[in-house]
C-alpha cells in the first residue's frame, strides 16, 4: 500500500488516497465490480475539488460574512418582495450583465441580500469580489502609483460579478 499511496500523492489525488481502503472493503462487502469501483472512488475525488474550489471562490470573493437568502426574514420587510429579489439569484442576471442597486435605511438587509446573492454567484462559478465604498476608497487613496492603483482595480475589473457595498463606518472620537 506505500506505493499505491505514493502514487495517489504524486498524482494529486489527495482524497482517494484518504479513502480508498474504506472503498476496498466496501467493494469487498457488496461484490463492487471493478468499474463501479473506479467511478465512485473518482466521484468522491472530483466532488472533493469543486468542494475546495467553492471553498477557494467564496474566501477569494471576501465577504465580511455567509449569508443566504433562506436566512433572510422577509416578514420583517413586507416591502421587499421575495420573488423580485429572486430574480438576482440565478445565472441569467449575471448573462445579461445586469446590476442590482439596494437602497434604502441603515438594518434593512441591503447587505445581507447583496452577499446572499454574491454567494449563489459563486456557487453557479461565477469569480466574485465584495469590497465596500470605503475600503476601495481608502485604498485608492493610500495608492501612491498608478500601478498601485491598477493592481487595486484589477481583480475588481477582471470579476464577473461585483458586490459594491456601501455600509458607513463612523469612528467615534474621545
Not at 64 to 79: G, I, N, T, V, Y
Not at 80 to 102: P, Q, T, W
Not at 126 to 154: H, P
Request: charged share 25%; net charge positive; proline share 2%.
Amino acid at each position: 500500500m506505500n506505493s499505491l499511496e505514493h502514487k495517489l500523492t504524486s498524482l494529486k489525488l489527495g482524497r482517494v488516497k484518504q479513502v480508498y481502503s474504506d472503498w476496498i472493503e466496501r467493494a469487498r462487502e457488496t461484490g463492487m465490480d471493478y468499474g463501479e469501483f473506479l467511478e465512485e472512488l473518482l466521484s468522491e475525488e472530483l466532488l472533493s475539488r469543486q468542494e475546495n474550489q467553492l471553498k477557494k471562490r467564496l474566501h477569494s470573493a471576501s465577504f465580511p460574512f455567509e449569508a443566504s437568502l433562506e436566512q433572510f426574514d422577509f416578514s420583517r420587510h413586507p416591502e421587499l418582495k421575495r420573488s423580485v429579489i429572486l430574480r438576482y439569484f440565478d445565472s441569467s442576471f449575471v448573462e445579461k450583465a445586469g446590476n442590482l442597486l439596494l437602497i434604502g435605511a441603515s438594518g434593512l438587509g441591503k447587505t445581507h441580500l447583496s452577499i446572499a446573492a454574491g454567494i449563489k454567484m459563486v456557487q453557479l462559478g461565477y469569480t466574485v469580489k465584495f469590497i465596500t465604498a470605503q475600503q476601495l476608497a481608502n485604498q485608492v487613496i493610500a495608492a501612491s502609483t498608478r500601478q498601485e492603483i491598477a493592481r487595486i482595480l484589477e481583480p475588481l475589473l477582471k470579476c464577473q460579478v461585483l458586490v459594491l457595498d456601501h455600509r458607513l463606518q463612523v469612528k467615534v472620537a474621545k
